[in-house]
């Protein structure tokens, strides 16, 4: 990056680095490479003018989004009308709207024009997490109509995140806006 003129930097990173909470603990493999990254990134910070904000996700989501994620797995029970098993609905889940994501990559850019030091990093995280149920429930009332759910009939994974990590500070400048209800209306409308 250094030798190619690259002086500043925003690098994504994800909620799942934190398991239990904890200052680093990875879920899953993917966790632990967006930990590996940092840590590479730290070493040319220490090296080079380099300047990087880094932003923590939990989960985003919107139209066309072809990852095999919660919205997609309802549309399909929705038109397919097959049971579709879900974890207990009381697993906690911060999620962001895609457009509302990139106002949080717009603002680290700005950010990182006065940074005077080497790192920060922000969380991306909607002002209160929401239940599973909650969520389900909120895309079902603006479809206006259910499929076939089964609470609690998949398994927990190993690791699974019941409650997401709100540590760290939100990106200065930056809130969610768009309210879930809201933002399901566009994801199905622009779908």
Do not use: C
Request: aromatic share 10%; net charge positive; charged share 20%.
């Amino acid at each position: 990056m250094v030798s190619a003129g690259v002086r500043r930097l925003v690098n994504t990173g994800t909620g799942w680095q934190h398991f239990g909470g904890a200052e680093y603990n990875p879920v899953a493999l993917y966790a632990a490479t967006k930990q590996a990254f940092e840590t590479m990134v730290r070493y040319y910070t220490g090296l080079h003018d380099l300047k990087v904000v880094h932003l923590r996700f939990f989960d985003t989501y919107g139209p066309l989004d072809p990852r095999p994620k919660l919205f997609q797995a309802l549309r399909s029970a929705v038109e397919h009308g097959t049971k579709l098993e879900m974890a207990q609905g009381n697993k906690l889940i911060n999620l962001v709207y895609v457009d509302e994501a990139i106002d949080a990559f717009l603002r680290a850019e700005v950010l990182l024009r006065g940074q005077s030091v080497p790192e920060n990093r922000y969380s991306v995280i909607p002002s209160a997490p929401q239940t599973l149920w909650d969520v389900v429930e909120t895309y079902f009332s603006v479809l206006g109509k259910e499929a076939p759910l089964a609470w609690g009939a998949r398994p927990n994974r190993n690791r699974e995140m019941l409650e997401p990590w709100n540590a760290g500070p939100i990106v200065p400048g930056w809130s969610a806006k768009i309210s879930l209800r809201e933002g399901i209306r566009r994801m199905e409308n622009e779908s």
